[in-house]
């Protein structure tokens, strides 16, 4: 890497009389910082001193990076004058600074990033800089700006990728009992009726029994024979959880976006109120006035308020591994264009659990977990299903698409078999949950603590209208038809409601 800065320095009194010192300090700073690695060569000039001004260059070659020593610079410079004439700093600018590397491949298509212009050519790229002040310095965006290039060059080579899937398990063919898609069947029955906005659904008693049903089979066939503890957390997820977990960044078109009421004063609303009495319509105009900006967004999977609830904290020896879910928070994503009936939807009924514990505890429970969704899937579903490694959702969410799961941490998909969608070659399956060991990663983030291990975590999203539309897929509509162990928790449907 090569980089060109150039500093100028405000000082709070005259200093062009100390030329010689200056350069000397210069040169000593230079010894300190710039010559201690043989791989660099850097050099330090002054460009100009005058009165109380000072600006110099700063070039240097190698892993060096003079933005790092800028802030250092500016404190000898303090200390030595400060105790020695009683000078001060005033101000610091980087006026300019250029950043010159290699890519390791050659971009696909021109792209910019925030504070800074950048030039391409070839392998080469260049960020240039300008007008840096000390609070930008102290921020450490520089590092995060040369990352943030090289990341979306390799996202340019990602997107071409194909997604990583490898076959773990699959089961027998079932032979479906028909053929239709079962939402499009469930509204013309009138189970089911689309919700007032998008990717919204009203479940009728029949459907709602169904997802009960569901609902009930994860927690008395899974989750409770497993030993995991329910617990309940807010719908509502603050931003500074998910710039933690990498959310923010990650999918920040999905987010169903959280705003406050800038005030209760009833003063304040009045003029909203008589606007929606005269208008009988939103005056969003006289709305907007009365709002915060977001500063939240709607639950988009439960671990992250999970994580969160650990943070700080040392969990006992005794309490590992942590098996907990909730079931309460209800996930609601922008799904945009990707919408289908009640299997991709904008808001949706999930349990998540939860397990943090020492690696071992983790891959030995990842076993038993398997044990039982097998055993719901194939005695109490019969379903049409197979198992696939996949890219770990964590770097789905980054945009990433292509991994080697290691098998240690990664994620796992379940896919069913959606008759409805055409032959089982050819056609895709439906995810209906999926099941992460995650490392180390969120512990980190979030500091959890163990007494004496080291804690690994992980989590698995069980879509109760995916594991309903999945069944119903392959099992239609007819209770009779449905498989014995299933009717053991649904045996009849609520009559429902007759419509003229
Ligand atoms: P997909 O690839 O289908 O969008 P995803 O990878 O975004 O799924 P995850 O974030 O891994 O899904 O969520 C885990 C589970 O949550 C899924 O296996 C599924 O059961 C459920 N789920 C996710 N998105 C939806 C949705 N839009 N509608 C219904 N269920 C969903
Ligand atoms: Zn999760
Ligand atoms: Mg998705």
Not at 49 to 66: A, D, Q
Not at 130 to 157: A, H
Not at 411 to 417: G, L
């Amino acid at each position: 890497m090569e980089f060109d800065l150039k500093a100028r320095f405000s000082f709070s009194g005259e200093i062009s009389s100390k030329k010689d010192e200056i350069n000397k300090f210069l040169s000593h700073i230079s010894d300190q910082f710039l010559k201690n690695d043989e791989n660099n060569s850097s050099t330090i000039e002054i460009l100009k001193l005058e009165k109380s001004l000072l600006i110099f260059n700063i070039k240097s070659e190698g892993v060096f990076r003079p933005h790092s020593v800028i802030l250092q610079i500016k404190n000898y410079f303090s200390k030595e004058f400060g105790s020695k004439y009683h000078i001060g700093i005033r101000e610091i600018i980087v006026e300019s600074y250029q950043i010159s590397f290699e890519l390791e491949k050659e971009i696909l298509k021109k792209f910019s990033i925030p504070f800074a212009d950048l030039d391409f050519q070839g392998k080469q790229v260049k960020i240039n800089l300008k007008d840096l002040d000390e609070e930008f310095l102290k921020r450490n965006y520089i590092d995060r700006m040369i990352n943030r290039v090289k990341e979306k060059v390799e996202d340019q080579y990602y997107e071409g990728k194909g997604e990583f899937w490898k076959l773990i398990w699959k089961s027998d063919e079932k032979t479906p009992v028909w053929e239709k898609d079962p939402t499009v069947e469930m509204v013309r029955l009138e189970w089911l009726k689309q919700g007032p906005t998008k990717g919204k659904w009203f479940f009728r008693p029949q459907a709602a029994a169904i997802m009960e049903a569901m609902e009930k089979i994860a927690i008395k066939e899974i989750l409770q024979p497993l030993g995991f503890q329910e617990v309940i957390e807010s719908h509502i997820v603050p931003f500074d959880i998910w710039l933690k977990t990498g959310h923010l960044e990650g999918m920040p078109g999905e987010f169903y976006y959280v705003s406050e009421p800038a005030t209760r004063d009833v003063e304040k609303w009045e003029r909203f109120v008589d606007l929606t009495k005269i208008t009988k319509t939103v005056p969003f105009d006289e709305l907007k006035e009365n709002l915060s900006i977001p500063s939240a967004g709607i639950c988009y999977a439960q671990c992250p308020m999970i994580y969160w609830s650990f943070k700080g904290k040392t969990i006992a020896e005794e309490s590992l591994p942590i098996l907990i879910y909730d079931k309460t928070a209800i996930s609601n994503r922008y799904e945009s264009g990707g919408r289908h009936g009640i299997e991709r939807v904008d808001e949706f009924h999930r349990i998540e659990p939860v397990y943090i514990g020492t690696k071992e505890q983790l891959l030995k429970l990842r076993e038993k977990m398997l044990e039982r969704y097998k055993h719901v899937f194939n005695n109490i579903f019969d379903l049409e299903w197979r198992m696939a490694w996949v890219t770990p959702w964590y770097m789905q969410q980054a945009g990433k698409t292509h991994d080697e799961s290691t098998q240690e941490t990664g994620t796992i998909d379940f896919e069913a078999y959606m008759p409805y969608r055409g032959n089982r070659a050819d056609s895709e399956w439906l995810e209906f949950q999926n099941l992460s060991i995650l490392g180390e990663k969120y512990i980190k983030v979030f500091t959890i603590k163990a007494q004496k291990s080291d804690l690994w975590s992980g989590c698995s999203g069980i879509g109760l209208e995916r594991w309903t539309t999945a069944f119903l897929a392959q099992k239609g509509l007819d209770p009779d038809k449905w498989p014995d162990g299933f009717k053991k928790y649904l045996g009849n449907l609520p009559e429902g409601i007759r419509f003229l």
